[in-house]
């Protein structure tokens, strides 16, 4: 938007003089000028080159946390804590998405099995699809939005208010109390919200299957467990592994990288959902490339 | 520290309701697959598996008895299906058994069939090899189910045919919402409804009738039925023949009469044909003619007769 100081173009067409304009307002729209501004080669190189820092970056704090993740002292508290905030507090949002996940599944699928004769596969059909893909992407997606907006308030806040910097003046390893335990948490919390968004989305769906029909829990459980196998299950328990470890080392990064005050928080805690989404599908898709070759699909 | 304390009862019980489901769910599944039950091995060679998969269920008279552990290619027309047999149902199963490729359903996965074979086997030991049978060829359905189908097409389209010429201009659909026509067709519905009552009724009569004749009774039942009426037929029949007899002899006699009559010299050819008879007659004719006339002014003369006057004055008044 700025070519220069005093000068701001409102469009690319059009160029006039600002008299009067404040130097620090006009250095926050020039923060913004791709936004006005059609981009030219430079501008998609730099882009480039910050996404790809910015992996980097990302990388060097995951290999951060693993340095320090096995190295004592573990902080225990903190991590029971973040367990309690990150995994108990999100199972309402996580059952409550599982319960109409399923129940809309299995409504929205009866007609099509039904116009093929095959309306007996449906608890089987809802139940390879919850299992296999739909409880945990959506799961992870739900936690991103809550655990990753959230710890990246959270650490975006600290950071701004110097109270990482207090805590590594005190002595106390900040990243090990702040990081880790956060990290640690959504690792061993999103497989268990899966595992029970499982349960209750197939539950649900016993529920949607006896709304136009009547099928005994005992048969429909039969019906569940018949069709699926190992290979649904444990691969599925892995990728929510991995999703857990995006959730929190995406959101612990943005926060614990926020800058410029307050502004910075929010950013923080928006691209950490941004940002862990995308790594969740991109895992996902690993994932069943990975599945794919071991056979496992 | 209380705070933290109901926190941390909290996330256990999550924890432990988390850990209880994934432990149920894989026990479940490891059920399934017969993971936590007592397994026999036994084997069976196929020409082809159509699509057989391990952990494909295995059953025996339709219960699912086992999984299909391993398969293995021997040859260019031979594979081996070893299959994991639960030890319970495994003592049901004798060595006659025959295994065959099947599927759970049109839609379903492919699974391997164990049937009882004929007569007596011993009983299922480990790694014993089962005979094999030709399962349902799901390919060989469909070409037959292709073959109904172009028939159903053919059949189709001869129904459209036959529909169009029913339903043309002079079809039977159209005939059948003509009014008129429909009004006719129901008059002589009607119609032949009394004609069949009529004619019912008729029967019956006729049995009737028949059934009185063969009782003998009426008059056609006496002459028909009655011994002594049938005497009397007869008799009529015998004089009615001599009577005939009689006429026939009349007859010939009234012939001989007319030819003689009408033989030259005969009356009848005198009165026909003599020519001058018939002059004759004529002259006599105009003979009585005149003496008629002359008979009629005599008598005129005669009236004015005074001796007779009286007598015809008196017979005309006496006729008025």
Same mark, same amino acid.
């Given at each position: 938007?700025?070519?220069?100081?005093?000068?701001?173009?409102?469009?690319?067409?059009?160029?006039?003089?600002?008299?009067?304009?404040?130097?620090?307002?006009?250095?926050?729209?020039?923060?913004?000028?791709?936004?006005?501004?059609?981009?030219?080669?430079?501008?998609?190189?730099?882009?480039?080159?910050?996404?790809?820092?910015?992996?980097?970056?990302?990388?060097?704090?995951?290999?951060?946390?693993?340095?320090?993740?096995?190295?004592?002292?573990?902080?225990?508290?903190?991590?029971?804590?973040?367990?309690?905030?990150?995994?108990?507090?999100?199972?309402?949002?996580?059952?409550?998405?599982?319960?109409?996940?399923?129940?809309?599944?299995?409504?929205?699928?009866?007609?099509?099995?039904?116009?093929?004769?095959?309306?007996?596969?449906?608890?089987?059909?809802?139940?390879?699809?919850?299992?296999?893909?739909?409880?945990?992407?959506?799961?992870?997606?739900?936690?991103?939005?809550?655990?990753?907006?959230?710890?990246?308030?959270?650490?975006?806040?600290?950071?701004?208010?110097?109270?990482?910097?207090?805590?590594?003046?005190?002595?106390?390893?900040?990243?090990?109390?702040?990081?880790?335990?956060?990290?640690?948490?959504?690792?061993?919390?999103?497989?268990?919200?899966?595992?029970?968004?499982?349960?209750?989305?197939?539950?649900?769906?016993?529920?949607?299957?006896?709304?136009?029909?009547?099928?005994?829990?005992?048969?429909?459980?039969?019906?569940?467990?018949?069709?699926?196998?190992?290979?649904?299950?444990?691969?599925?328990?892995?990728?929510?592994?991995?999703?857990?470890?995006?959730?929190?080392?995406?959101?612990?990064?943005?926060?614990?990288?926020?800058?410029?005050?307050?502004?910075?928080?929010?950013?923080?805690?928006?691209?950490?959902?941004?940002?862990?989404?995308?790594?969740?599908?991109?895992?996902?898709?690993?994932?069943?490339?990975?599945?794919?070759?071991?056979?496992?699909? | 520290?209380?705070?933290?304390?109901?926190?941390?009862?909290?996330?256990?019980?999550?924890?432990?309701?988390?850990?209880?489901?994934?432990?149920?769910?894989?026990?479940?599944?490891?059920?399934?697959?017969?993971?936590?039950?007592?397994?026999?091995?036994?084997?069976?060679?196929?020409?082809?598996?159509? &699509? =057989?998969?391990?952990?494909?269920?295995? @059953?025996?008279? !339709?219960?699912?008895?086992?999984? #299909?552990?391993? /398969? %293995?290619?021997?040859?260019?027309?031979?594979?081996?299906?070893?299959?994991?047999?639960?030890?319970?149902?495994?003592?049901?199963?004798?060595?006659?058994?025959?295994?065959?490729?099947?599927?759970?359903?049109?839609?379903?996965?492919?699974?391997?069939?164990?049937?009882?074979?004929?007569?007596?086997?011993?009983?299922?030991?480990?790694?014993?090899?089962?005979?094999?049978?030709? &399962? =349902?060829?799901?390919?060989?359905?469909? @070409?037959?189910? !292709?073959?109904?189908?172009?028939? #159903?097409?053919? /059949? %189709?389209?001869?129904?459209?045919?036959?529909?169009?010429?029913?339903?043309?201009?002079?079809?039977?659909?159209?005939?059948?919402?003509?009014?008129?026509?429909?009004?006719?067709?129901?008059?002589?519905?009607?119609?032949?409804?009394?004609?069949?009552?009529?004619?019912?009724?008729?029967?019956?009569?006729?049995?009737?009738?028949?059934?009185?004749?063969?009782?003998?009774?009426?008059? =056609?039942?006496?002459?028909?039925?009655?011994?002594?009426?049938?005497?009397?037929?007869?008799?009529?029949?015998?004089?009615?023949?001599?009577?005939?007899?009689?006429?026939?002899?009349?007859?010939?006699?009234?012939?001989?009469?007319?030819?003689?009559?009408?033989?030259?010299?005969?009356?009848?050819?005198?009165?026909?044909?003599?020519?001058?008879?018939?002059?004759?007659?004529?002259?006599?004719?105009?003979?009585?003619?005149?003496?008629?006339?002359?008979?009629?002014?005599?008598?005129?003369?005669?009236?004015?007769?005074?001796?007779?006057?009286?007598?015809?004055?008196?017979?005309?008044?006496?006729?008025?």
């Amino acid at each position: 938007m700025v070519e220069e100081e005093g000068r701001i173009a409102s469009n690319c067409n059009e160029v006039f003089v600002w008299p009067h304009c404040d130097l620090t307002f006009i250095n926050s729209l020039s923060a913004r000028k791709s936004y006005f501004l059609p981009m030219d080669r430079s501008d998609v190189m730099r882009g480039a080159k910050a996404i790809i820092t910015e992996v980097g970056e990302l990388v060097g704090f995951t290999g951060r946390f693993f340095r320090e993740a096995f190295r004592s002292r573990f902080e225990w508290r903190e991590l029971v804590r973040q367990c309690y905030l990150n995994g108990y507090r999100s199972l309402p949002l996580v059952a409550i998405t599982a319960f109409i996940m399923g129940l809309v599944l299995t409504v929205q699928s009866r007609p099509t099995l039904a116009r093929f004769g095959a309306e007996t596969m449906l608890p089987a059909m809802v139940a390879i699809s919850v299992v296999r893909e739909i409880a945990p992407v959506i799961t992870a997606l739900i936690c991103a939005g809550k655990i990753g907006s959230s710890i990246g308030a959270e650490l975006g806040s600290m950071k701004v208010t110097e109270q990482i910097d207090a805590m590594e003046v005190s002595g106390t390893n900040p990243f090990k109390f702040l990081v880790v335990t956060r990290i640690w948490s959504t690792i061993l919390m999103l497989p268990l919200l899966v595992i029970l968004a499982d349960a209750i989305a197939i539950w649900a769906c016993f529920i949607g299957v006896n709304m136009k029909g009547a099928v005994t829990w005992q048969l429909f459980q039969q019906q569940v467990f018949d069709s699926l196998v190992f290979s649904d299950v444990l691969p599925a328990l892995i990728k929510s592994i991995f999703f857990g470890l995006a959730i929190g080392v995406v959101g612990c990064y943005k926060g614990y990288n926020t800058e410029k005050g307050t502004e910075g928080v929010g950013r923080s805690a928006h691209s950490a959902v941004v940002v862990a989404s995308l790594v969740i599908f991109i895992l996902d898709l690993v994932a069943v490339q990975v599945t794919e070759i071991m056979g496992l699909n | 520290m209380a705070e933290l304390r109901g926190s941390a009862f909290k996330l256990g019980a999550f924890v432990l309701a988390g850990i209880t489901v994934l432990v149920v769910g894989l026990y479940l599944l490891g059920s399934k697959r017969d993971l936590f039950s007592r397994t026999m091995d036994v084997q069976a060679r196929f020409n082809e598996v159509s &699509g =057989l998969r391990v952990g494909n269920n295995v @059953r025996y008279v !339709g219960i699912d008895v086992g999984t #299909v552990e391993r /398969i %293995t290619i021997l040859s260019d027309t031979l594979v081996l299906v070893d299959m994991m047999i639960r030890l319970d149902a495994a003592e049901h199963i004798r060595s006659n058994a025959i295994a065959r490729i099947a599927s759970d359903g049109l839609m379903g996965n492919k699974l391997v069939s164990i049937e009882p074979g004929d007569g007596n086997g011993t009983p299922l030991t480990d790694d014993m090899e089962l005979r094999t049978g030709k &399962g =349902l060829d799901t390919d060989a359905m469909l @070409r037959s189910l !292709g073959r109904s189908n172009d028939n #159903v097409v053919v /059949i %189709t389209e001869e129904l459209r045919d036959l529909t169009e010429r029913l339903n043309s201009e002079h079809g039977l659909i159209r005939m059948m919402s003509d009014s008129t026509l429909m009004n006719d067709v129901s008059l002589v519905v009607t119609e032949i409804r009394t004609a069949a009552t009529n004619a019912r009724l008729l029967t019956e009569r006729t049995n009737t009738i028949i059934r009185d004749v063969q009782n003998g009774q009426g008059a =056609l039942g006496a002459l028909i039925g009655d011994p002594v009426t049938d005497g009397q037929v007869r008799g009529l029949i015998a004089n009615l023949r001599s009577v005939s007899d009689s006429l026939l002899f009349v007859s010939q006699r009234l012939g001989s009469f007319a030819a003689d009559l009408d033989r030259p010299g005969g009356l009848t050819h005198t009165l026909t044909k003599d020519t001058t008879l018939t002059r004759d007659v004529k002259r006599v004719v105009a003979g009585l003619d005149t003496s008629s006339t002359l008979l009629n002014e005599d008598l005129r003369a005669l009236q004015r007769n005074w001796f007779f006057r009286k007598y015809f004055k008196e017979k005309a008044k006496g006729k008025e």
